[in-house]
C-alpha cells in the first residue's frame, strides 16, 4: 500500500504547492500528519479505510461537489505525573472536534467567498491545573469540561486571491505566530507562545476561546505574506469575583460575541524562500510580528503612590498603566531531505518573543526544536521531535518577591523562570490514525512558586510527564 505521503511526493517536489501550519507555504519538511495545534493543516482521513461505510449514502460526496465539507476528529490521550508537580497523578482527558467549510462560489455562485465554523466537545482533566500547577500547559487540548464554538467566520478573497479579509468569531492561533514544526509537539506552547498566553486577558484569542474579530491578509506572490488581526480584547471579560476568576467559566459556550472590550491588534510578516526546484537553498520562513492591546494594566510591583505592593502601607492596587504590547520573531527552516523522498527529512525552529517588563508575569520567551519525518526505515509518514521552551518571569514580578521577604521579614521563594523539555514521536497507523507517546519534562513550575499543597511551604519540584495521546480524523 503506497502512503499518502510517497503518493503525493511523486507528483510535486516536497509538497511545494501545498499549505502548510497557519496557511503559510509548506516550508517545514517535518509537519505531523495529525495535530491538536488549531494552526496545523490536517488533510489525511480514515474515510477510504472504511470502505462503503466511509459515506453511506454517497452523501460526503454530494455535498462536496456542492462545496461544503466537514469534519470528525477526536483525540484522546492519557498523562501520569510521576514525580515532582505540586501531587503525582494521572488523568485522561479528549476532544471531539466538529469542523464545517463552506466554498460559497460552488454552492451559491459567491466568488472568492467561504464560510467556516467548528464545535468542540471537551471532556476529561487537566494534568497542568491539576497536578503538575505549571503555566507552560502540558497538553494543547487541556481545557474545562464544555461543549463550545470555536471560530465563526466568513472570507472573502479578492485580486486573484492575494488579498483576503476574515470577519466573525476569530482566534489568533490559527494564523499567527504559527511554527509548522512545532505543530507535531503535544505541549500547547509550541503553538502559541507560553508568553502571550500568560499576559494577554483571558489568554488572549486562542484555544478554546475565540472572540469577534477581522482579519486581513495580504498575499503579492508566494514567497510574501502580510496580515493584521483586529480582535476584542478580552474573550470572556473581566473577572467580576474570584469566583468567577476562571475565563473558560465566564465564556461557558464560546457564544459571549464581547465587542465593547478594548482591542487587541496583531501584524506580521513572513518571508518563504527556497520554494523553486532550482533554489540552492532548502525551504525555510522567517517571521516578523507585534501586538499591541489597548487596555489599561496594573504594575506588578508599585501602587499609585510608588511603594512596593509588598510594603503593608500600600494599596495593594497596582499602579493603572495604559497600553501592553510584544514583538516575537521566528524561523522555520528544513536543513535536510532524504534523496529518496523529497517528503522526508528534518526541519528546525525558533522562536523569540519580548513584553515589558513593569505590566507583565513574563518579560521574555524563547522555544526551539527540530522534528524528523520518516527517521526509521519502512515508517516514511512518522515524525519524531525534540522540543525545548522557556519562559522568564519578568523583572518587576521577581522584585515583587523580593520585596516581599524583605519587608515582611518572611523567608520564601523568589521566581525566576519556568521551562519545559519535551520528546514525542507521532507513529500514523493508517490515514487519519495516529498514536503519539510522550515525554516532557517541566523545570521550576510555575516559575519557583512555593507548592500550595506542602505545609513547609517549599518550591514545587521539578515535574516528569509521560503520556499516550491518539488522534482519529474522518
Given at each position: 500500500?503506497?502512503?499518502?505521503?510517497?503518493?503525493?511526493?511523486?507528483?510535486?517536489?516536497?509538497?511545494?504547492?501545498?499549505?502548510?501550519?497557519?496557511?503559510?507555504?509548506?516550508?517545514?519538511?517535518?509537519?505531523?500528519?495529525?495535530?491538536?495545534?488549531?494552526?496545523?493543516?490536517?488533510?489525511?482521513?480514515?474515510?477510504?479505510?472504511?470502505?462503503?461505510?466511509?459515506?453511506?449514502?454517497?452523501?460526503?460526496?454530494?455535498?462536496?461537489?456542492?462545496?461544503?465539507?466537514?469534519?470528525?476528529?477526536?483525540?484522546?490521550?492519557?498523562?501520569?505525573?510521576?514525580?515532582?508537580?505540586?501531587?503525582?497523578?494521572?488523568?485522561?482527558?479528549?476532544?471531539?472536534?466538529?469542523?464545517?467549510?463552506?466554498?460559497?462560489?460552488?454552492?451559491?455562485?459567491?466568488?472568492?467567498?467561504s464560510f467556516h465554523?467548528?464545535?468542540?466537545?471537551?471532556?476529561?482533566?487537566?494534568?497542568?491545573?491539576?497536578?503538575?500547577?505549571?503555566?507552560?500547559?502540558?497538553?494543547?487540548?487541556?481545557?474545562?469540561?464544555?461543549?463550545?464554538?470555536?471560530?465563526?467566520?466568513?472570507?472573502?478573497?479578492?485580486?486573484?486571491?492575494?488579498?483576503?479579509?476574515?470577519?466573525?468569531?476569530?482566534?489568533?492561533?490559527?494564523?499567527?505566530?504559527?511554527?509548522?514544526?512545532?505543530?507535531?509537539?503535544?505541549?500547547?506552547?509550541?503553538?502559541?507562545?507560553?508568553?502571550?498566553?500568560?499576559?494577554?486577558?483571558?489568554?488572549?484569542?486562542?484555544?478554546?476561546?475565540?472572540?469577534?474579530?477581522?482579519?486581513?491578509?495580504?498575499?503579492?506572490?508566494?514567497?510574501?505574506?502580510?496580515?493584521?488581526?483586529?480582535?476584542?480584547?478580552?474573550?470572556?471579560?473581566?473577572?467580576?469575583?474570584?469566583?468567577?476568576?476562571?475565563?473558560?467559566?465566564?465564556?461557558?459556550?464560546?457564544?459571549?460575541?464581547?465587542?465593547?472590550?478594548?482591542?487587541?491588534?496583531?501584524?506580521?510578516?513572513?518571508?518563504?524562500?527556497?520554494?523553486?526546484?532550482?533554489?540552492?537553498?532548502?525551504?525555510?520562513?522567517?517571521?516578523?510580528?507585534?501586538?499591541?492591546?489597548?487596555?489599561?494594566?496594573?504594575?506588578?510591583?508599585?501602587?499609585?503612590?510608588?511603594?512596593?505592593?509588598?510594603?503593608?502601607?500600600?494599596?495593594?492596587?497596582?499602579?493603572?498603566?495604559?497600553?501592553?504590547?510584544?514583538?516575537?520573531?521566528?524561523?522555520?527552516?528544513?536543513?535536510?531531505?532524504?534523496?529518496?523522498?523529497?517528503?522526508?527529512?528534518?526541519?528546525?525552529?525558533?522562536?523569540?518573543?519580548?513584553?515589558?517588563?513593569?505590566?507583565?508575569?513574563?518579560?521574555?520567551?524563547?522555544?526551539?526544536g527540530i522534528g524528523?519525518?520518516?527517521?526509521?526505515?519502512?515508517?516514511?509518514?512518522?515524525?519524531?521531535?525534540?522540543?525545548?521552551?522557556?519562559?522568564?518571569?519578568?523583572?518587576?514580578?521577581?522584585?515583587?518577591?523580593?520585596?516581599?521577604?524583605?519587608?515582611?521579614?518572611?523567608?520564601?521563594?523568589?521566581?525566576?523562570?519556568?521551562?519545559?523539555?519535551?520528546?514525542?514521536?507521532?507513529?500514523?497507523?493508517?490515514?487519519?490514525?495516529?498514536?503519539?507517546?510522550?515525554?516532557?519534562?517541566?523545570?521550576?513550575?510555575?516559575?519557583g512558586i512555593a507548592?500550595?499543597?506542602?505545609?513547609?511551604?517549599?518550591?514545587?519540584?521539578?515535574?516528569?510527564?509521560?503520556?499516550?495521546?491518539?488522534?482519529?480524523?474522518?
Amino acid at each position: 500500500m503506497i502512503s499518502d505521503s510517497a503518493r503525493i511526493a511523486a507528483e510535486t517536489p516536497f509538497l511545494r504547492n501545498l499549505r502548510g501550519a497557519g496557511g503559510d507555504p509548506q516550508t517545514s519538511v517535518a509537519q505531523p500528519d495529525t495535530s491538536a495545534k488549531p494552526s496545523a493543516n490536517l488533510t489525511t482521513s480514515i474515510q477510504d479505510q472504511l470502505g462503503p461505510y466511509g459515506d453511506p449514502g454517497g452523501l460526503r460526496s454530494f455535498l462536496q461537489q456542492k462545496g461544503i465539507a466537514y469534519s470528525l476528529t477526536y483525540i484522546g490521550e492519557s498523562f501520569g505525573n510521576v514525580t515532582g508537580g505540586s501531587r503525582r497523578g494521572g488523568i485522561y482527558e479528549g476532544r471531539l472536534d466538529f469542523q464545517f467549510d463552506a466554498d460559497l462560489d460552488k454552492l451559491l455562485g459567491w466568488q472568492g467567498a467561504s464560510f467556516h465554523t467548528n464545535l468542540f466537545q471537551i471532556h476529561g482533566t487537566g494534568l497542568s491545573r491539576y497536578y503538575v500547577n505549571n503555566f507552560i500547559t502540558v497538553s494543547a487540548i487541556e481545557a474545562l469540561p464544555s461543549s463550545r464554538l470555536y471560530e465563526l467566520w466568513f472570507e472573502q478573497k479578492l485580486f486573484n486571491d492575494q488579498f483576503s479579509l476574515r470577519i466573525g468569531q476569530l482566534a489568533s492561533d490559527t494564523e499567527f505566530a504559527v511554527s509548522q514544526t512545532g505543530t507535531l509537539f503535544v505541549n500547547s506552547t509550541f503553538g502559541w507562545p507560553n508568553i502571550m498566553a500568560v499576559v494577554m486577558p483571558s489568554g488572549g484569542p486562542i484555544y478554546p476561546l475565540a472572540t469577534p474579530g477581522v482579519r486581513a491578509k495580504y498575499v503579492p506572490n508566494k514567497n510574501l505574506s502580510l496580515q493584521v488581526g483586529v480582535y476584542n480584547g478580552d474573550p470572556a471579560g473581566a473577572a467580576r469575583d474570584d469566583n468567577n476568576s476562571d475565563p473558560q467559566r465566564r465564556n461557558r459556550t464560546g457564544t459571549n460575541f464581547r465587542t465593547n472590550d478594548p482591542a487587541l491588534v496583531i501584524a506580521e510578516a513572513a518571508y518563504a524562500y527556497g520554494l523553486e526546484a532550482h533554489d540552492n537553498i532548502e525551504p525555510g520562513t522567517v517571521t516578523l510580528g507585534g501586538w499591541y492591546h489597548f487596555g489599561r494594566f496594573n504594575s506588578l510591583r508599585f501602587d499609585d503612590a510608588g511603594r512596593s505592593l509588598a510594603d503593608p502601607t500600600s494599596t495593594g492596587i497596582g499602579r493603572r498603566l495604559r497600553g501592553d504590547s510584544g514583538i516575537y520573531g521566528m524561523i522555520d527552516q528544513t536543513i535536510y531531505r532524504e534523496p529518496d523522498d523529497s517528503n522526508d527529512g528534518a526541519s528546525v525552529f525558533l522562536r523569540l518573543s519580548s513584553s515589558p517588563t513593569d505590566r507583565n508575569l513574563l518579560d521574555f520567551y524563547l522555544d526551539a526544536g527540530i522534528g524528523y519525518k520518516g527517521l526509521l526505515p519502512g515508517r516514511s509518514d512518522d515524525t519524531v521531535g525534540v522540543a525545548f521552551a522557556l519562559s522568564r518571569i519578568s523583572n518587576n514580578a521577581r522584585g515583587l518577591d523580593a520585596d516581599t521577604i524583605f519587608l515582611t521579614g518572611v523567608p520564601g521563594p523568589r521566581r525566576s523562570s519556568e521551562a519545559v523539555l519535551e520528546a514525542t514521536y507521532q507513529a500514523v497507523l493508517g490515514p487519519g490514525v495516529t498514536l503519539q507517546p510522550d515525554f516532557q519534562y517541566v523545570f521550576q513550575p510555575n516559575g519557583g512558586i512555593a507548592n500550595p499543597r506542602d505545609p513547609n511551604g517549599s518550591r514545587i519540584k521539578n515535574a516528569a510527564v509521560f503520556g499516550l495521546r491518539g488522534t482519529v480524523r474522518y
